[in-house]
Nanobody, 123 residues
Framework: QVQLVESGGGSVQAGGFLRLSCAAS????????MAWFRQVPNKDRAFVSG???????SYSDSVKGRFTISRDDARKTVYLQMNSLNSEDTAMYYC?????????????????WGQGTQVTVSA
């Protein structure tokens, strides 16, 4: 049973933008925290942004001011608007969800994962 499905990845030039979407099943969307992580080859998954049920958001320092996370509870969907993209944003982006009110920034604290969507930023 698929719980989280990401979409919206692709290739873009530096300075461009993309919007990622994560559609969740009802069961998973009941989780308190929804988040985005990203991973490049040979590196651990890194926290990008998270949003709690009350709308509280958090961001990694590397994306703060450029990325915006939001959630649409009616659609059970979480979005990541990514602006001013640069080559260091190139990665596989994963949607994640956890039970609990706090958005930890460690992947080990998350219980559900999507299959990932690739973002490639060219110079």
């Amino acid at each position: 049973q698929v719980q989280l499905v990401e979409s919206g990845g692709g290739s873009v030039q530096a300075g461009g933008f993309l919007r990622l979407s994560c559609a969740a099943s009802s069961y998973v969307y009941g989780s308190r925290c929804m988040a985005w992580f990203r991973q490049v080859p040979n590196k651990d998954r890194a926290f990008v942004s998270g949003i709690e049920a009350d709308g509280t958001t958090s961001y990694s320092d590397s994306v703060k001011g450029r990325f915006t996370i939001s959630r649409d509870d009616a659609r059970k969907t979480v979005y990541l608007q990514m602006n001013s993209l640069n080559s260091e944003d190139t990665a596989m982006y994963y949607c994640a969800a956890r039970w609990g009110s706090y958005c930890y920034q460690r992947s080990a604290n998350f219980h559900y994962w999507g299959q990932g969507t690739q973002v490639t930023v060219s110079a």
